[in-house]
């Protein structure tokens, strides 16, 4: 991930091209537009140098090019990391798409690895820059904007207090065991009960209601006093670990300091799940739901409540979304917690007068965006229309005749568009799950999903206009 400058192109390129063999219409405008944005490709390489000391030596891997081609690749086909390689070394003009030729194409860990290196600022630019362009070419037009709010959900199973305890203490088990393995000779010895812990745990999720009744406390008791055993065994282990890891050859003693690091993290997280449990079960308290703790693996998962009759719950982040008529996807905000709707009117409103430079002329957008006070200040900063249907309450005389007007039910069909555009994200562009560890990489995995989505929306509007406004 050095290379900056694009590789020589080999015979077999030029005979590949000799033969006409050419992308997709929508891939080689995508590629086009990509080319236009070659300005950004240092931010990208000097993200993908992160994890290398010395950047200027060793051997070439893939360049900021055909890493950020790759990764917009993946979205917009919705392929795995391993699918990605396969048909990329399989695919001819693929190969074109993302720069490799008739280069060898690195395994899918490279990949992978570079979409951990790749920061949510640098693809935030990206998204910008192509969004200029897409206004440059006359692609998009910010006079009309819908807006609607989603959720992305993580990786995550599905939470409860037996299944995080069960997880604190095999994964600090399994952290304990590989301090051992480095230092055979520790004076502290693990104590392994995570036999123990999985049969309680099994025992809770298979109880019968009437079970609950009597046994579920005790179960409960006895798995949390399992889980801080464990917790202050796994915690006097690391002690031990540290002291003796100066003694240890120099990559030992960096391996074991990053276990013990492992240890100290996933330790705090145990003790906030027994806290939780011990309130929510054994005291029988409410919990609010942002006090909870709902992964040890992705601690800064929400819990979503949306009102939808099949899925009750979620646990992801929620996420707004404000869009073109064409499908361009102009803001994107992972948010925290479950905000309601009516909240992001305003800062949206301030963000896109900040970077367009003008109010839009008409704002479309659900129920759940509604208020008095969001219609005033829509009107105030120069919206033309406003197209939010009041939620409850008694309406007035103007604003009933508002909304059975014919302007108002046209921006209603106009928003319903951002329903479909959300349909294809999730289905088509893979937003329904993250797969990403981290809220940072989240936010990376949302931002490269919009990316994909803008390319691909430009992409097929230069195709199906059939004009020829990008140079070769």
């Known amino acids: 991930m050095r290379r900056m400058k694009r590789q020589q192109r080999s015979f077999a390129d030029l005979d590949l091209e000799r033969q006409g063999v050419r992308m997709e219409v929508a891939l080689r405008a995508i590629s086009r537009l990509l080319d236009r944005a070659a300005n950004l490709l240092p931010l990208v390489a000097q993200d993908l140098r992160r994890a290398s000391k010395q950047p200027s030596k060793g051997r070439d891997g893939m360049s900021a090019e055909q890493a950020l081609r790759s990764l917009v690749l993946k979205q917009v086909k919705h392929w795995s990391f391993r699918e990605l390689r396969e048909r990329i070394a399989d695919g001819i003009t693929l190969r074109e798409f993302t720069r490799f030729g008739a280069a060898a194409v690195p395994q899918h860990k490279a990949f992978h690895r570079a979409s951990t290196l790749l920061t949510a600022e640098t693809v935030r630019v990206i998204n910008a820059t192509v969004v200029d362009l897409a206004l440059t070419l006359g692609v998009v037009d910010v006079r009309w904007v819908r807006m609607d709010t989603t959720v992305s959900e993580t990786n995550i199973h599905f939470p409860t207090d037996s299944g995080l305890l069960w997880d604190a203490v095999r994964v600090l088990t399994r952290y304990a065991a590989r301090v051992l393995e480095e230092i055979p000779a520790l004076p502290a010895r693990l104590f392994n009960r995570t036999r123990a812990a999985r049969r309680r745990m099994q025992a809770l999720h298979r109880m019968t209601r009437s079970e609950r009744q009597s046994r579920q406390v005790p179960t409960y008791r006895e798995l949390i006093k399992i889980t801080h055993q464990v917790i202050h065994n796994v915690q006097a282990v690391a002690a031990a670990a540290q002291q003796a890891a100066p003694g240890l050859e120099l990559e030992a003693a960096l391996?074991?300091?990053?276990?013990?690091?492992?240890?100290?993290?996933?330790?705090?997280?145990?003790?906030?799940?027994?806290?939780?449990?011990?309130?929510?079960?054994?005291?029988?308290?409410?919990?609010?739901?942002?006090?909870?703790?709902?992964?040890?693996?992705?601690?800064?998962?929400?819990?979503?409540?949306?009102?939808?009759?099949?899925?009750?719950?979620?646990?992801?982040?929620?996420?707004?979304?404000?869009?073109?008529?064409?499908?361009?996807?102009?803001?994107?905000?992972?948010?925290?917690?479950?905000?309601?709707?009516?909240?992001?009117?305003?800062?949206?409103?301030?963000?896109?007068?900040?970077?367009?430079?003008?109010?839009?002329?008409?704002?479309?957008?659900?129920?759940?965006?509604?208020?008095?006070?969001?219609?005033?200040?829509?009107?105030?900063?120069?919206?033309?229309?406003?197209?939010?249907?009041?939620?409850?309450?008694?309406?007035?005389?103007?604003?009933?005749?508002?909304?059975?007007?014919?302007?108002?039910?046209?921006?209603?069909?106009?928003?319903?568009?951002?329903?479909?555009?959300?349909?294809?994200?999730?289905?088509?562009r893979g937003m329904k799950r993250c797969q990403l560890k981290g809220r940072n990489r989240f936010e990376l995995f949302i931002g490269l999903v919009v990316l994909a989505n803008n390319l691909l929306a430009i992409g097929r509007h230069l195709a199906n206009t059939r004009r020829r406004p990008l140079a070769a």
């Open 255 to 428: 391996r074991v300091g990053a276990l013990c690091d492992q240890i100290r993290h996933y330790a705090g997280l145990g003790e906030r799940v027994i806290a939780q449990t011990q309130r929510r079960v054994l005291a029988g308290e409410t919990v609010a739901a942002e006090e909870k703790l709902y992964s040890i693996f992705e601690p800064h998962t929400d819990l979503i409540k949306r009102g939808k009759a099949q899925k009750p719950v979620e646990f992801g982040h929620k996420l707004f979304l404000a869009e073109t008529r064409r499908g361009l996807i102009l803001d994107y905000q992972v948010l925290d917690g479950n905000p309601t709707d009516e909240g992001h009117v305003a800062p949206w409103l301030t963000r896109h007068r900040e970077r367009f430079g003008v109010a839009p002329d008409l704002v479309a957008g659900d129920r759940g965006f509604y208020s008095a006070a969001n219609v005033a200040h829509l009107g105030a900063h120069g919206v033309g229309r406003e197209c939010l249907p009041q939620r409850g309450g008694t309406k007035t005389a103007e604003r009933a005749a508002h909304e059975k007007s014919r302007p108002f039910k046209q921006g209603q069909k106009f928003r319903a568009g951002i329903e479909g555009r959300i349909s294809v994200l999730v289905r088509g």
